[in-house]
Structure formats: structure tokens, C-alpha cells
């Protein structure tokens, strides 16, 4: 059974920057589609960036051009780097793994594996 935990998440000021990271363990990355998703309070669960095993990337409209996904399969560490953050951009992130070569448009039903999730709180 693949365990994801991330870790990074945190308070930060409008237009700071923050790196989550995400620990795999039990299984290979290498066959695994990945992405990170985020929930706020009263929404579904969205897809933020995705990565298939020939690590092309998907990103949210509202993460293009600040938000980079990628990944370490020999350390098993999935990651997302956060630039010029908005106060929009807060909520809990949530690591995520799909047994596929990659996600749909990063849809968070493709979603075989998840993480527990790791707070990002953005605010002056």
C-alpha cells in the first residue's frame, strides 16, 4: 500500500513562497501518475498540478505560471513550489498518486492514493 505524507505547508505572506514536499513509501513513483490537489472549507477537492510518468505537467489555470510540480523517484519525494502567492491559493494540500500513466486533467476522482494533507494559510 503506497502512504504519502507531506509536509511544508505553513503560514506565509502575500507574494512569499513556500515548497511542500511529499514523502512516498511502499511503493515506486516511477509508474504512478502524481499531483497535488487543495480543498478549502465548503469546495470540492481541485486539482492544482499533475505530473504523468513521462512527467508531463498539468496546472490550474490559477497555478500556470507560479506553481511547479515535480518529483525525485529515487528519493520518492513528490514536490510543489509556490511563487507570488494569493490569499486565494490557501487551503489544505493534499498529495496525491494515481496507478496510471498520468490524471485526466487532474481530477481528484482518479485519485487511488491520497496524503493527509499539509495547511497553507496565506495572509499579511
Known amino acids: 500500500q503506497l502512504q504519502l505524507v507531506e509536509s511544508g505547508g505553513g503560514l506565509v505572506q502575500p507574494g512569499g513562497s513556500l515548497k511542500l514536499s511529499c514523502a512516498a513509501s511502499g511503493f515506486s513513483l516511477e509508474n504512478l501518475a502524481v499531483g497535488w490537489f487543495r480543498q478549502v472549507p465548503g469546495k470540492e477537492r481541485e486539482g492544482v498540478s499533475c505530473?504523468?510518468?513521462?512527467?508531463?505537467?498539468y496546472y490550474s489555470d490559477s497555478a500556470e505560471g507560479r506553481f511547479t510540480i515535480s518529483k525525485d523517484n529515487a528519493a520518492k519525494e513528490i514536490y510543489l513550489e509556490m511563487n507570488n502567492l494569493k490569499p486565494e491559493d490557501a487551503g489544505v494540500y493534499y498529495c496525491a498518486a494515481r496507478r496510471s500513466n498520468y490524471f485526466t486533467r487532474c481530477a481528484s476522482r482518479d485519485v487511488d492514493y491520497w496524503g493527509q494533507g499539509t495547511e497553507v494559510t496565506i495572509s499579511s
Open positions: 505530473m504523468s510518468i513521462y512527467y508531463n505537467t
